[in-house]
Structures are given as structure tokens and as C-alpha cells.
């Protein structure tokens, strides 16, 4: 479990699954300049979270971006994953929550297992 994580539960709050970057994201342009370090840092710092109370997801090593958002305001986790995303198991999560926030991020590890675990909470 990631730092920020551990830093951050509530409590009585307990994690329920817990994902990162498919190994694909090491495959881009961003990887070929930067010989790769920059996804790796990406893969060791940023944390995708579904917890009894919420999901948390944090990105950044000095500047941070978080979303923490309770389980009762996500309206759905919507994935996609085109062919190859389905023979690898990789894909793109959406959290859309009331209120019209709308939050994407590529690349995820199992992205069916991050919306089961959120689908089976509510």
C-alpha cells in the first residue's frame, strides 16, 4: 500500500484493492526521452485506491494531484479497453462522480478488477 495512502485512511477505513500502471505504460514517447525513468517514477509514486469509504487516487513526487472522493458521491467507474488493453489487461478508467466531476486516467492495471471492487462496496 502506497504512503499516501497509509497517511490518509479514516478511521475503521480499510483498503479493498489497490492497482498501478500496466507495464505498457513504459511504451510511449515520454519513456523513449526519457529513457524510461519518468514512467518509473510515475509507477512507484502515483497510488489507485479503492478503500471502504472512498477511492483515492494520487499522482505526483513533489507536486501532488489527488482525488479523494466518498463512495456515495461516484455515480459509476466507467472503463474502457480496446483489444489489446483486453488481451493484456490494461485500460482506461473513468470516475465520473455527482456533480459533473469527471476523471480519467490511462494505462491502469486491471481496470475491471478496480470498478468490481468499487461495484461490490456499493
Given amino acids: 500500500m502506497g504512503k499516501y495512502v497509509n497517511k490518509h485512511l479514516l478511521p475503521g477505513e480499510q483498503v479493498i484493492h489497490e492497482t498501478n500502471y500496466h507495464w505498457t505504460h513504459y511504451f510511449s514517447w515520454v519513456s523513449l526521452f526519457t529513457l524510461g525513468l519518468y514512467p518509473y517514477i510515475q509507477t512507484l509514486t502515483d497510488e489507485f485506491v479503492v478503500t471502504s469509504k472512498r477511492i483515492i487516487i494520487k499522482k505526483g513526487l513533489i507536486a ?49 478488477q478496480f470498478r468490481q471492487s468499487f461495484m461490490q462496496i456499493m
Fill in 64 to 112: 501532488y494531484y489527488t482525488l479523494e472522493m466518498n463512495l456515495s458521491r461516484v455515480e459509476t467507474v466507467h472503463v474502457e479497453q480496446g483489444i489489446l488493453g483486453r488481451m493484456l489487461g490494461y485500460g482506461c478508467i473513468t470516475i465520473i462522480g455527482t456533480g459533473g466531476t469527471r476523471e480519467r486516467f490511462m494505462e491502469i492495471q486491471n481496470p475491471i
